[in-house]
């Protein structure tokens, strides 16, 4: 039996009961995974990142979404949130809390929405990740029956962050899950949205997840993906994003976990005026590799692109950079900036980088670089000669390298947990909060 | 406090130090002058701790303790601070940062707890009002983008906050016009007691006017060939370096 058939198989194993028209899309994916079968290294696109692990592997359907409370308090984000969580894939009601949404704002788990036969459903999803993006898309299609469903109606503001949390399990038999998730904006809807991957530390699961969101006019997003899966966890995401007109939309790609991680960002900015803006940060060690690959489409004129990712690799592990920027032809006065600075904290840890301009319109203003480099020793002895000790200089000075990305983390939550995880040590956010009520007394002094 | 004997220092395989011997007791300040070269710095940097310089021959004690065998770190924390002819820039490291790690760690080697917010707030504003620095300056990152004559204020403030038993100044004066020079004097001058020691390196006897030394050495190829008092510096001030060479010879 082939890889492909191994996994599809497992689908005998879904509760039925979908209406037709979702059964016809599950089909249609399953066809096409079946067809592409699992990429390798001869795709382009999958040139530096080897997905055997992936395809060899032997995954279950999880069959429960139980979760020790007390593990759960310490892996979940401490913030007041709409929040909603997956255990291996599966819809947690008792860990879950969407009470009190304000009107405008739905949040759904997907199973309840494909129940209900939402109109969501049958419409959006689906209409920017179909199932020849990739064969995990399609293999998502396939499966997909559980994710969470988050509309917000025009003029929508929501006050509290939404926060779906993905869990997985140490789990004897590892498990496959298909997540799916859709945003949908309405005009001038504002809201921040956080995908967080966490769970027990021996977990070692594959999570193949496709998140789409739609702004429409004037809609304002805030996207936080914060990947902190066991280090044995193996995880597929992409997130495709289709920008109406004057939208905003603020990425946060975080990954600090996970055994082998690719992440596609993918944002279409359909209407004139409309900004992505793209912040990344990875954080590898041990064998850990993680692969990143983005693409901005401006394909109206006066759209804004500006990305910078910045990644740190200690021990033997692997990073991947792919930024595409694509100008489509008269597309004109775009502006599109892209960064992707490097720091190796050993000899052994290795990234490629690939920043890729694509322009066919005339009147852009474009720029893209990547860097890669090793902490400044001078700098090192600098803080070391005034009694830091190695650690906490070397933590400061990735901190330091780190610290452009992070300053437009506007979750505090996140920043901590990001920065610890990189520093190793600090106990608190770099930019200490005392530290700066103590600067801006000064100032005022 | 500070005993170096015999030293011999070679980088990448050229002798640079030559059999020094030099003694600093608490209370006093030293200058040692000489020849672009002769030195100087290597001798600052290898009290300090910087890798590259192999020491080859003699030994460094501070306060009876055996400096060639502390870290860099353990070396500052223990009151031994190098203030740098060629400060550097760190990039995303605030100035503020810098000041409140090392003093913790300084603290902590003590075995007392991190000071207080309002205590450090106290500390620095009173500290940078004394050196001139507008307090935006704890905001920026080390060094970065300032003038040669704001790094070297940068540094005497760093020694404001952390109070070294010796603080050794290298060419603290380059670069600095004469009110800034007039600055940094007085806050190097607010450290001496008798506890405490001052090494300076210079060029200029302008420095010396400002911070008058116990003792000048005079630095020639790697061995100190001429020690006095602070007329010392006049006398070289006006007749160069080729007079000592020359009765050193002989
Ligand atoms: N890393 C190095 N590699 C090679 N040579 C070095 C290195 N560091 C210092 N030297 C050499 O050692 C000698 C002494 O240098 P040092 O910086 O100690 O002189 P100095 O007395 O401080 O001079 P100046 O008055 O110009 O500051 C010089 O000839 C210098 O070129
Ligand atoms: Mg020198």
Not at chain 1, 236 to 261: E, P, T
Not at chain 2, 227 to 239: F, I, N, Q, V
């Amino acid at each position: 039996m082939s890889a492909p058939e191994r996994f599809l198989e497992r689908l005998t194993a879904r509760r039925g009961g979908d209406p037709s028209w979702v059964a016809a899309r599950r089909q249609a994916g399953a066809a096409r995974f079946e067809a592409m079968g699992f990429p390798t290294r001869r795709d382009e696109q999958w040139k530096y990142t080897d997905v055997r692990r992936i395809a060899e592997g032997d995954f279950a359907l999880a069959t429960d979404a139980e979760f020790d409370s007390a593990r759960f308090d310490e892996q979940r984000l401490d913030i007041d949130a709409y929040r909603l969580v997956l255990v291996d894939g599966l819809f947690s009601p008792a860990l879950s809390e969407l009470d009190g949404l304000p009107s405008g704002v739905s949040i759904e788990p997907l199973s309840q929405a494909i129940v209900a036969n939402h109109e969501a459903v049958g419409g959006s999803l689906g209409r920017l990740a179909g199932v020849d993006f990739s064969p995990f898309t399609a293999l998502n299609t396939a499966f997909a029956d559980e994710g969470a469903i988050v509309r917000l109606a025009s003029g929508t503001v929501v006050d509290k962050p939404i926060y779906v949390l993905l869990l997985s399990r140490a789990n004897g038999q590892p498990v496959m899950s298909h997540p799916r998730i859709l945003i949908e904006a309405g005009a001038r809807a504002e809201a921040t949205i956080i995908e967080h991957y966490s769970g027990e530390s021996e977990a070692a699961n594959f999570t193949n997840v496709v998140t789409e969101v739609l702004l429409d006019r004037g809609a304002i997003i805030d996207h936080y993906k914060l990947q902190e899966a066991a280090l044995t966890d193996l995880h597929v995401a992409s997130i495709h994003v289709d920008q109406g007109r004057d939208s905003r939309f603020n990425s946060y790609n975080m990954n600090l976990g996970g055994a082998l991680v690719r992440t596609d960002l993918v944002t279409d900015l359909n209407g004139e005026g409309a900004e992505a803006a793209y912040n990344g940060l990875f954080f590898v060690q041990g064998r850990q590799h993680v692969d990143n690959h983005t693409l901005v489409n401006h394909n109206a004129p006066r759209t804004f692109s500006n990305e910078n990712y910045k990644g740190v690799l200690d021990d033997r592990s692997r990073g991947v950079f792919n930024g595409k920027v694509f100008v489509k032809k008269d597309a004109q006065q775009i502006e599109a900036y892209q960064n992707n600075a490097n720091l190796l904290l050993s000899d052994r840890a290795e990234i490629d980088t690939k920043p890729e301009l694509v322009i066919y319109a005339d009147d852009v203003k474009c720029s893209h670089g990547a860097t890669t480099g090793q902490l400044d020793e001078d700098a090192v002895y600098a803080l070391r000669s005034r009694g830091i000790d190695e650690p906490m200089a070397r933590a400061l000075l990735t901190l330091a390298f780190v610290g452009e990305v992070m300053d437009k983390v506007r979750l505090n939550v996140i920043a901590e947990r990001v920065e610890r995880a990189v520093a190793g040590r600090l106990p608190e956010r770099f930019n200490l909060a005392d530290l700066v009520e103590t600067a801006e007394a000064i100032q005022e002094a | 406090m500070l005993e170096v004997k015999d030293l011999h220092v070679t980088v990448e395989d050229k002798v640079i130090l030559k059999g020094l011997n030099l003694t600093i007791n608490a209370g006093e300040v030293h200058a040692i002058m000489g020849p672009n070269g002769a030195g100087k710095s290597t001798l600052s940097a290898v009290i300090a701790g910087k890798d590259g310089y192999e020491v080859t021959q003699g030994t460094i004690l501070f306060e009876g303790q055996d400096v060639l065998e502390m870290e860099i770190e353990e070396r500052a924390r223990a009151g031994l601070l190098l203030g740098f002819q060629y400060p550097i820039e760190i990039p995303g490291v605030k100035n503020i940062y810098l000041l409140k790690a090392a003093l913790n760690a300084q603290r902590a080697a003590r075995g007392e707890g991190e000071i207080p917010a309002p205590e450090f707030m106290k500390l620095v504003r009173e500290k940078s009002t004394d050196m001139k620095m507008d307090p935006s300056f704890l905001q920026r990152a080390v060094n970065e983008g300032f003038s040669g004559g704001e790094k070297k204020r940068n540094e005497i403030l760093q020694m404001l906050i952390l109070q070294p038993k010796l603080a050794m100044l290298d060419e603290i004066d380059s670069g600095l016009d004469i009110d800034a020079m007039k600055v940094v004097a007085d806050g190097v001058n607010s450290l001496r007691n008798a506890d405490r020691a001052i090494l300076l390196v210079t060029h200029y006897q302008r420095l010396l006017n400002h911070i008058v030394p116990d003792h000048v050495h005079v630095l020639v190829d790697g061995r100190i060939v001429k020690s006095g008092g602070k007329d010392l510096a006049l006398e070289l001030e006006e007749r160069g370096y080729d007079w000592v060479l020359e009765e050193s010879v002989a």
